[in-house]
């Protein structure tokens, strides 16, 4: 039976249709996403966390005067460092000098006296053997002789107070550190025992407190025994100021908070730390010898948890990991097989099933997923 020419025509287009349609799908259908792939790697870690700590000087010292009199001078620069024994302040000297000068004189009278009422009783003891004098006026003599003798040490005793007194005008640093405002200039009258000079803070090294849940007490433990660094960071926690050590666990756990409070004395040998300041102490609470570890760019987050992306049959498989703690730029996991390798970095429009090539090859990444291979 012959066609007509409009069948054939119509069948001619059709077929003319299809195979434009297959070849624009081919055209367009979308390359493999180029990957790279990591290695999980194996390697000991400590999982550090934060705690908020105040930094407190290891001494401090209040300079307050031990005699009353005018300041006659400050010999320091406000806020410098101050070596133990050096001179700060000075009061005026001259009525402690006056009081010096009296009880040495006085000494030195009491001394002749004591001295003329022992050779008095020299000369009466053999006077009285022999009953020339009576025992009354040789026992008189004797008490004179010994009430003579206890003035001078009295004298002598309040000569040394004299002496106490002038070195009090001189008053020094008790301690080094470093030093804050005079809070008296020179020409005000200081009290004894009252006023205050000012004020120094040993700050190297220094001490940071703070506390720690009480279930972390055996981790604290461990970390005192052991000696293991602590970072102590900025307020923020992004910032390493300095390096110190757990040096101090209470003995007790706080009623009230379950807290324990601890100290961390570090060198601060650079003065990055300052008293009051607000820091962040990074204490470690767990160590793994073997921890399993992938960068933290690796994971993602879905709807069910972390995960990480592998490579089957040369297309991109979601894996689910558990996330133990992160460390910087490293993630420590659990839940996936050693010597498996992940997509990393991740590429945009990356999701499971979609055809995946390994970078610089060209060709579909067929490694299936836990295949070993070197990191990029």
Same mark, same amino acid.
């Given at each position: 039976m012959t066609r007509s020419p409009v069948v054939l025509l119509l069948t001619l287009a059709t077929l003319s249709l299809m195979l434009s349609g297959c070849q624009t799908k081919a055209k367009h259908e979308?390359?493999?996403? +180029? /990957?790279?792939?990591?290695?999980?790697?194996?390697?000991?870690? $400590?999982?550090?966390?934060?705690?908020?700590? $105040? /930094? $407190?000087?290891? +001494?401090?010292?209040t300079i307050v005067p031990q005699t009353s009199g005018i300041l006659q001078s400050v010999r320091f620069t406000e806020g410098s460092?101050?070596? %133990?024994?050096q001179t700060l302040f000075t009061i005026d000297p001259a009525q402690m000098q006056a009081a010096l000068a009296q009880a040495q004189a006085k000494l030195v009278a009491d001394q002749a006296t004591a001295r003329y009422n022992r050779n008095i009783v020299e *000369?009466?003891?053999?006077l009285a053997? %022999?009953?020339?004098? $009576?025992?009354q006026s040789f026992d008189q003599a004797v008490s004179q002789a010994q009430a003579a003798t206890a003035q001078v040490q009295a004298d002598q005793a309040a000569l040394e107070q004299a002496r106490l007194n002038l070195s009090y005008t001189r008053i020094t640093a008790p301690i080094s550190g470093r030093i804050g405002l005079a809070q008296v200039k020179a020409g005000n009258l200081v009290i004894a025992n009252q006023t205050q000079l000012a004020i120094i803070n040993q700050i190297a090294p220094i001490t940071v407190n703070f506390s720690v849940p009480q279930s972390l007490l055996s981790a604290a433990r461990l970390a005192q025994q052991q000696a293991i660094p602590l970072p102590i960071e900025d307020e923020k926690g992004g910032t390493v100021l300095a390096q110190g %050590?757990?040096?101090?666990?209470?003995?007790?756990v706080s009623a009230g908070t379950a807290t324990i409070s601890m100290q961390a004395t570090v060198p601060n040998a650079n003065l990055g730390l300052w008293p009051g *300041?607000?820091? +962040?102490? *990074?204490?470690?609470?767990?160590?793994?010898? *073997?921890?399993?570890?992938?960068?933290?760019g690796a994971i993602q987050q879905g709807s069910t948890g972390p995960f990480i992306y592998t490579v089957k049959d040369g297309t991109a498989v979601d894996k689910p990991v558990q996330v133990l703690w992160e460390s910087g730029t490293d993630a420590v996991v659990q839940g996936i097989e050693a010597g498996i390798r992940a997509i990393y970095p991740l590429p945009a429009r990356l999701y499971p099933g979609v055809r995946v090539a390994l970078s610089g090859t060209g060709g579909p990444a067929i490694q299936p997923a836990g295949a070993p291979g070197k990191r990029p």
């Open positions: 979308a390359p493999p996403l +180029q /990957v790279s792939l990591v290695s999980v790697s194996t390697r000991p870690m $400590t999982h550090y966390e934060g705690f908020l700590g $105040t /930094v $407190t000087p290891l +001494q401090t010292a460092m101050v070596d %133990k024994g *000369q009466d003891r053999p053997e %022999k009953d020339f004098i $009576t025992a %050590k757990l040096t101090f666990i209470d003995n007790s *300041q607000y820091v +962040q102490v *990074q204490m470690p609470i767990q160590q793994l010898a *073997q921890a399993t570890v992938l960068p933290v």
